[in-house]
């Protein structure tokens, strides 16, 4: 797909903020509401009534989901990144709509909405500027102790986050989401998920 054709989709999806939600919850309590992210961070902190389908998951199966919701959909993540690349694949399968919450679930707490707290584990954009922070830090502090070739590490991490962010996508989080702590939650499988959507 042509970058104009996915600036195209990407413009098709209106994005709407925590208190927008809260309000369309209370006026359509069945408002299919699709949480992307892991599911270590689904478990720490969701709203309520939403379905966790991490967006490995729903890349994987883009063009039955796309098939099975309506354009009134909402998909959120922690800041809307994950969420608007889930909006995009399911929008090139042919999702007509759909919304994108530019803000976090805590955000939709914060606006009075009901939100299911479960064990805490830092959301993964969190857990990725304390590993990068770390690892510059360490590869310059090394570069300046050891040998300078330790501030390669730096270098790499910086080119890394750059790529990352002209890419749009993050091998870092990637990575992390496989730690312990990340798999406190198992991720559901896709039968589980298409049962939760047809209740």
């Known amino acids: 797909m042509s970058p104009a054709a996915t600036a195209e989709i990407a413009e098709t999806a209106k994005t709407i903020d925590a208190a927008t939600l809260k309000s369309l919850l209370e006026e359509n309590p069945s408002l299919t509401v699709i949480d992307v992210r892991n599911p270590a961070e689904f478990e720490s902190a ?3 009534g939403s379905h966790n389908i ?3 998951m729903l890349s994987a199966h883009t063009v039955e989901l796309a098939a099975r919701l309506d354009n009134g959909v909402v998909l959120l993540c922690q800041s809307g990144v994950r969420a608007r690349q889930a909006h995009e694949r399911l929008a090139a399968a042919g999702l007509q709509g759909g919304q994108v ?3 976090s679930v805590a955000d939709v707490e914060k606006a009075g909405g009901s939100v299911v707290r479960g064990r805490q584990v830092w959301d993964m954009e969190r857990q990725v500027r304390l590993a990068a922070g770390s690892l510059v830090g360490l ?7 050891a040998s300078p070739k330790f501030r390669v590490l730096a270098g790499g991490i910086s080119g ?3 790529f990352s962010a ?6 870092m989080g990637k990575a992390l989401a496989y730690l312990p ?3 406190g939650a198992s991720e559901p499988s896709w039968e589980e998920i298409q049962a939760n959507l047809d209740r």
């Open 46 to 48: 969701h709203i309520a």
């Open 54 to 56: 991490p967006l490995p």
């Open 101 to 103: 919450l530019t803000e």
């Open 139 to 145: 590869g310059l502090l090394a570069g300046r102790i």
């Open 160 to 162: 890394g986050l750059v």
């Open 166 to 171: 002209l890419s749009n996508t993050c091998a």
């Open 181 to 183: 702590w990340n798999q």
